[in-house]
């Protein structure tokens, strides 16, 4: 529209211009413009500009061909401009034509539109006017960065008060781009660290999803989407539900909120890395005891916790075996392997047997005995490089948001080295079993 608006005006200034600079020669006789260049630049719709000349300048008024032929093309161009803006018009307002309004906005969107994304994505997060900042807007432009869409079919009914559009959409992987999601929201859930973890704004969910789009390549797909459209005195207006909007966005708001989108054992290996990643420190701070062995020494206890999470940090590391899903519960059997501490209480109990027979179990009092135990158990864990591995099964249920495992005795044992193996070692009357 536009562009034939501009067209039709600088045609008519330029059948106007020559009207007027063949007069201009003609009084000062020069060489003249072709008659037939005249009538041409009226052909090719300057016959406004070249009639309002002929008036204007009173020139060409009394040869047939002009004061007849220019107004004949004026009306026949009329006639037609009227003709075109009425299809325009018509197809402009056309069910078709709405969905594809619809579907280009989508590539330059508004905030109130990026609110729209945000409160469907992520139902969770309270969102206020102020939430759409650069990151959000930088986030979503990545996310329709690939938008594109292509009209199939048009039905309207035979009473014309409704209608119906199918359009295919075409626009990143969105079923890869959630599973990346959730994995890194699953990351953040299982986050261990003694400064603990604040709720997640909406600005978190944007930055996530910008990295997300910034450091992945996704595949195109597309999906077909099915527009209900009904018409009132202002034209054709689409119905809109959540089934169009998640259409809109080839199908994220689905797959970002599917409770089920990663797999059990896949969650429970996000929270082994994340205790595989570990410290000694960070170990301490999760286990939140003092004097885990209770040696009540107050001169080694602190070291003997820091040396036994030191071997806990050292060589744990897990194997995935198998997952079994039942409905809102799974059964993942794993393998996780930490410090022997059979053989380590093993070792420490044929040290106190070796103390106990000595003249010091006599003389010591208590604070010299715990130190000695606390001493002993030190050396243990020094001189015992093996570790054990422990087959397993986690408990998963899913709440309805994601998988979470269970934290059980089993799982929190073999975490420790199968202390509860040691212990019956270390309380059996005989060592070597």
Avoid at 58 to 63: S, V
Avoid at 219 to 238: K, M, N, Q, V, Y
Wanted: aromatic share 10%.
């Amino acid at each position: 529209m536009i562009v034939f608006a501009a067209y039709f005006i600088i045609i008519n200034i330029c059948g106007l211009a020559v009207i007027g600079i063949d007069k201009y020669r003609a009084s000062r006789k020069k060489r003249r413009i072709p008659e037939r260049a005249l009538l041409t630049a009226g052909f090719l719709g300057g016959s406004l500009g070249i009639w309002i000349g002929m008036r204007l300048f009173r020139h060409k008024t009394h040869k047939p061909r002009f004061y007849i032929g220019i107004p004949v093309m004026l009306l026949l161009q009329a006639v037609l401009c009227i003709l075109i803006f009425t299809h325009i018009r018509e197809s402009y307002g056309r069910p078709s034509a709405v969905v594809s309004r619809q579907l280009q906005s989508m590539k330059d969107p508004s905030d109130d539109m990026i609110r729209s994304f945000a409160s469907d994505a992520f139902p969770s997060v309270l969102i206020s006017d102020g939430d759409v900042d650069e990151s959000a807007q930088e986030a979503i432009r990545l996310f329709f960065r690939n938008y594109d869409y292509s009209i199939l079919s048009e039905k309207i009914d035979a009473d014309k008060s409704s209608a119906f559009v199918t359009a295919d959409i075409t626009n990143i992987d969105t079923h890869q781009l959630a599973n990346d999601l959730c994995t890194e929201l699953t990351k953040r859930s299982a986050h261990i660290s003694p400064e603990g973890t604040s709720p997640l704004s909406l600005h978190d969910y944007f930055d996530m999803l910008r990295s997300a789009l910034e450091t992945h390549s996704y595949e195109l797909r597309t999906t077909t989407a099915e527009f209900h459209l009904s018409r009132s005195e202002d034209g054709w207006r689409i119905i809109s539900d959540d089934e169009l909007q998640n259409s809109l966005v080839s199908g994220f708001n689905t797959w970002i909120n599917d409770p089920y989108l990663l797999n059990p054992d896949d969650v429970l290996s996000i929270y082994l890395d994340e205790f595989a990643s570990l410290t000694p420190d960070e170990w301490l701070w999760y286990l939140d005891t003092d004097d885990i062995f209770a040696t009540y020494s107050a001169n080694y206890a602190a070291e003997l916790d820091r040396l036994y999470t030191e071997r806990i940090a050292g060589c744990f590391s897990y194997q995935i075996n198998g997952c079994r899903v039942n409905g809102d519960t799974a059964k993942t059997d794993v393998s996780i392997t930490s410090v022997d501490m059979r053989s380590v209480l093993r070792l420490y109990r044929s040290k106190l047997l070796a103390y106990a027979e000595s003249s010091e179990s006599i003389t010591d009092d208590d604070a010299a005995l715990s130190d000695a135990k606390a001493v002993y158990l030190m050396e243990a864990l020094r001189e015992t490089d093996a570790v054990s591995t422990q087959k397993i099964t986690v408990m998963m249920i899913n709440d309805g948001k994601t998988w979470q495992p269970q934290i059980s005795s089993d799982l929190a044992n073999a975490f420790l080295g199968n202390i509860q193996g040691g212990l019956e070692v270390f309380n059996s009357s005989d060592a070597e079993n």
